[in-house]
């Protein structure tokens, strides 16, 4: 019988998440940027968690306009700190900041952030075979690569487990289960 992967609880938006969004491949240089960021306020949290507080992140940090965010000096910093919206935590909302400005000096450089980031799994979706959600590991040899690539150009908050997160949501890597409706074996076109 199939089922949805084990993380998923019983939240209308965390399931259509789960079926709509993690591990559908992303290509857009924002879009990553932003869903990098995102992960990284999950430290020490659940995605559930940040799910929920994602249109208060979007409206806190100008709908992840990198242009923008480098903008935020620290009275910025001391405003968010009051956003009962976000994660109110100093080093990971001057993490956004600092990943913004990484972004754009990327981007100054002539890099391609999305396919600079693809690179770590040669281009394309990894397909995982997992039959249990024991089996997921929660970190990988490319994460932790990524992981240090990001951080020797700026990042902050990007380990290894982080990035492997980043990886699965982004569809860089698709660990649904083998008993998941969204595993391509079940063919989901």
Same mark, same amino acid.
């Given at each position: 019988?199939?089922?949805?992967?084990?993380?998923?609880?019983?939240?209308?938006? /965390?399931?259509?998440?789960? @079926?709509?969004?993690?591990?559908?491949?992303?290509?857009?240089?924002?879009?990553?940027?932003?869903?990098?960021?995102?992960?990284?306020? #999950?430290?020490?949290?659940?995605? &559930?968690?940040?799910?929920?507080?994602?249109?208060? /992140?979007?409206? +806190? &940090?100008? @709908? &992840?306009?990198?242009?923008?965010?480098?903008?935020?000096?620290? #009275?910025?910093?001391?405003?968010?700190?009051?956003?009962?919206?976000?994660?109110?935590?100093?080093?990971?909302?001057?993490?956004?900041?600092?990943?913004?400005?990484?972004?754009?000096?990327?981007?100054?450089?002539?890099?391609?952030?999305?396919?600079?980031?693809? @690179?770590?799994?040669?281009?394309?979706?990894?397909?995982?075979?997992?039959?249990?959600?024991?089996?997921?590991?929660?970190?990988?040899?490319?994460?932790?690569?990524? +992981?240090?690539?990001?951080?020797?150009?700026?990042?902050? &908050?990007?380990?290894?487990?982080?990035?492997? +997160?980043?990886?699965? +949501?982004?569809?860089?890597?698709?660990?649904?289960?083998?008993?998941?409706?969204?595993?391509?074996?079940? @063919?989901?076109?």
């Amino acid at each position: 019988m199939l089922a949805r992967c084990g993380w998923v609880n019983n939240d209308p938006g /965390y399931q259509a998440y789960h @079926d709509r969004e993690w591990g559908v491949p992303e290509y857009d240089g924002r879009a990553l940027f932003e869903k990098l960021c995102l992960d990284g306020q #999950q430290a020490g949290l659940s995605w &559930f968690t940040i799910l929920c507080k994602i249109p208060a /992140y979007r409206a +806190a &940090f100008a @709908d &992840f306009n990198p242009e923008i965010i480098v903008t935020f000096d620290e #009275q910025d910093v001391e405003r968010l700190m009051q956003n009962k919206g976000i994660v109110r935590n100093r080093l990971k909302i001057r993490s956004i900041i600092a990943n913004a400005r990484a972004y754009l000096l990327m981007q100054e450089q002539g890099i391609d952030f999305s396919c600079w980031l693809w @690179d770590f799994v040669g281009g394309e979706p990894v397909i995982n075979w997992w039959p249990t959600l024991s089996e997921v590991p929660t970190s990988t040899s490319e994460s932790e690569a990524m +992981a240090r690539a990001l951080k020797k150009r700026g990042f902050s &908050f990007v380990g290894g487990t982080i990035c492997y +997160a980043f990886m699965q +949501a982004t569809g860089m890597v698709n660990d649904h289960l083998l008993s998941c409706p969204r595993h391509p074996i079940h @063919d989901n076109s």
